[in-house]
């Protein structure tokens, strides 16, 4: 019996993992995704392509019509505070990590679709995709 109760606990767990809760109270879509998936959500109309590396990274290649907004930039939140909540957003980085902690970021602020291309776009590159 108390095993029972710890896989349902775990389970439950896990659940809740899936799910993020934004500041307004209400569920967010969104999360991980990998490169084949971040493809396909970026043809979707009206969706932010977010590239959140410094200026100088995105000089050097980035994913056509991505937005750069610097996540170690000194006025990163109030770029973000402009942008619509309601809109999609895929958010890559380097490698993924950045991406992750911006997510994070954006769905409590309120954003009820925020997608984090894993593996960045060191792994936009490896999977043959094109940058600018």
Known sequence: MRN??????????????????????????????NVAEAAEK??????LILDVRTPREFAEGHIKGAK????NGADFDAQIDALSKDQTVVVYCRSGGRS????????????????????????????GKALE
């Open 4 to 33: 029972l109760i710890l896989i349902l606990v775990a389970a439950l767990g896990f659940t809740a993992c899936g799910q993020q809760q934004n500041q307004g109270g209400t569920q967010a879509k969104g999360g991980d995704i």
């Open 100 to 127: 992750a902690r911006a997510m994070g970021i954006m769905q409590k602020k309120g954003f009820t679709e925020v997608y984090n291309m894993q593996g960045g776009v060191m792994a936009w590159s490896r999977n």
């Open 42 to 47: 970026m043809k979707e109309s009206d969706v």
């Open 68 to 71: 750069n907004i610097n996540i």
